[in-house]
């Protein structure tokens, strides 16, 4: 149920919102398994999660990770966010005008996690 919902709102997303987000996970997600932060099993069910909301298909249901599994999740997203606020990360200079519709959107999809 709750794949269905977050997939509605980041279909609902701006093309730039939704690549960051992407951006964001993305490179948290090489930065735990570079530094082997996580077992990965782990890792593995928190990508298959994350790729569903992007897709057609149900890889894994975000309601059968576990609290842990969703924690991770959370913060990788909200450092993420932070780094957006803070320093302008993943932004190109024509973008800086659009970070808080950015972020608006991005936290309107942390509200379901």
Known sequence: MKNKIIKEKI???????????????????????????LDE?????????????FSDNDFYEYE??????????F?????GMVSLYL??????????RKKFQILDEITKILVYL
């Open 11 to 37: 279909n609902k997303m701006t093309k730039i919102s939704k690549e960051i987000y992407d951006e964001i996970v993305i490179e948290k997600f090489l930065e735990m398994n570079l530094n082997k932060k």
């Open 87 to 96: 320093n302008n990360k993943y932004l190109d200079r024509q973008d800086y």
């Open 64 to 73: 059968k990770l576990s609290i842990y599994e969703k924690n991770i999740y």
């Open 75 to 79: 913060r990788m997203i909200t450092q």
């Open 41 to 53: 099993r782990v890792l593995e069910r928190i990508i298959l999660a994350h790729l569903s909301f």
